[in-house]
T-cell receptor
């Protein structure tokens, strides 16, 4: 069974530029998550989708971050404009059910903002 | 207070040692609990789910204490390959992860 796919794996941009990340979850998984993981910290949930609806985006900095999950499968996360403090690994995960279910993570996108 | 707190670490242990990680959670409505392993520069991988009755998988044993709101992970007979960061997660509406505890197993 294919796992969660993410691209790109690495991205280096300058502050104030924009960037987008893509995620394809495990086939059949209804719930998709985007996490931000800063070095030395645990993953922090940015947004959680159930099919193509947003379940939780309480920690998403909505002035600069946006995410969508059209058709309830693939998802994109965008940052515009980026700040230095956005340097982190952006992890996508999926699960067959909601937050109480086991989640499976993709390899992540390592973002460096200069 | 953080929603999920873990031992700060790092833990440095010799091969063959037994090591225990503790994790506390603040949301009493949490329904499910997990331990993930994360290698350096890799994604978290599910190690085991934690059930009310506790569960064991080879050298790994997880326990849940709902009354005290903590979960634990015990690793027996540590191997060099166990060196990693161990993340605990408490799930309900959403899963909250702790900051992780780094384990170094040395020869």
């Amino acid at each position: 069974e294919a796992g969660v796919a993410q691209s790109p794996r690495y991205k280096i941009i300058e502050k104030r530029q924009s960037v987008a990340f893509w995620c394809n979850p495990i086939s059949g998984h209804a719930t998709l998550y985007w996490y931000q993981q800063i070095l030395g910290q645990g993953p922090k949930l940015l947004i959680q989708f159930q099919n193509n609806g947003v379940v939780d985006d309480s920690q998403l900095p909505k002035d600069r971050f946006s995410a969508e999950r059209l058709k309830g499968v693939d998802s994109t996360l965008k940052i515009q404009p980026a700040k230095l403090e956005d340097s982190a690994v952006y992890l996508c995960a999926s699960s067959s059910g909601g937050g109480a279910f086991e989640q499976f993570f993709g390899p992540g996108t390592r973002l460096t903002v200069l | 207070r953080k929603e999920v707190e873990q031992d700060p670490g790092p833990f440095n242990v010799p091969e063959g040692a037994t090591v225990a990680f503790n994790c506390t959670y603040s949301n009493s409505a949490s329904q499910s609990f997990f331990w993930y392993r994360q290698d350096c520069r890799k994604e978290p991988k599910l190690l085991m789910s934690v059930y009310s009755s506790g569960n064991e998988d080879g050298r790994f044993t997880a326990q849940l204490n709902r009354a005290s709101q903590y979960i634990s992970l015990l690793i027996r007979d540590s191997k060099l390959s166990d060196s990693a960061t161990y993340l605990c997660g408490a799930g309900g509406f959403k899963t909250i992860f702790g900051a992780g505890t780094r384990l170094f197993v040395k020869a």
